[in-house]
């Protein structure tokens, strides 16, 4: 342990001292046993909308034990409590998994399915659909399709431009690697027929130079960089 935590840990069990001192030791009330571990000086957001925001939070073996600002924890603290100073750092509760791309996945569960669409048709439909799901402007993301399921033929934004014209779409295949934009997203990307070539990714363009809406790899920067932030709320 470091001089630092050292130092944090005396304060905090000195003011259990002083506490004891003035009183508490006389409450009838049984003290809780000390935590293995304390976070303070922390960012804690804590899935809990009641108080979705924490300073610090102590812990006993698998247990959280308390969350809440830093003078809640001194009946926690312990001589072998370890204190570890957050220096206002964000604290979140565990995600475990062996590969997900977390905010991605998370979008994708309030955004357009695509995943079983297996015919071009069904591709239109579904998006058609969703769009009348959602206001004017809201970009449409999300997706997972597979070309494969309809014969391997690439979508095209000809399939959508007329169902999103207020919409701008932007809907990857189920890789990540490759997606579709319609004719609006082009638009607010400032993408244009005469667009460069990326290096690292391509641009699909059809028999007459006309952009299909399709990119892949390292040109997909050029549409998704116009995509807002999410919001907190989303």
Known sequence: MSQKFRV?????????????????????????????????????????????????????GDSIIYVGDTTGLAPYVGVESEVIDADGGMVTPGFNDSHLHFIDAGL???????????????????????????????????GNWEH????????????????????????SRLDGHMALANSKALELAGVTTDVADVVGGTIVRDAQGRLTGIFKDNAMGLISHAIPDPTPEQ
Do not use: Y
């Open 108 to 142: 994708e569960l309030s955004s357009v399915q695509l995943r079983d669409a297996d015919t071009p048709e069904e591709f239109t439909k579904k998006l058609a659909a969703f769009v009348r799901t959602v206001p004017a402007g809201t970009w449409i993301t999300g």
């Open 8 to 60: 944090k840990k005396l304060v905090l069990i000195s003011l259990i001292a002083l506490t004891s001192i003035f009183g508490v030791s006389n409450c009838s009330t049984a003290q809780p046993a000390p935590a293995t571990l304390i976070v303070t000086n922390a960012t804690v957001w804590t899935g809990n909308p009641d108080q979705p925001w924490a300073g610090a939070l102590a812990v006993r």
């Open 148 to 171: 494969k399921q309809w014969g391997g033929e690439m979508p095209d934004r000809n399939w959508i431009d007329a169902v999103t014209p207020d919409h701008p779409v932007w809907v």
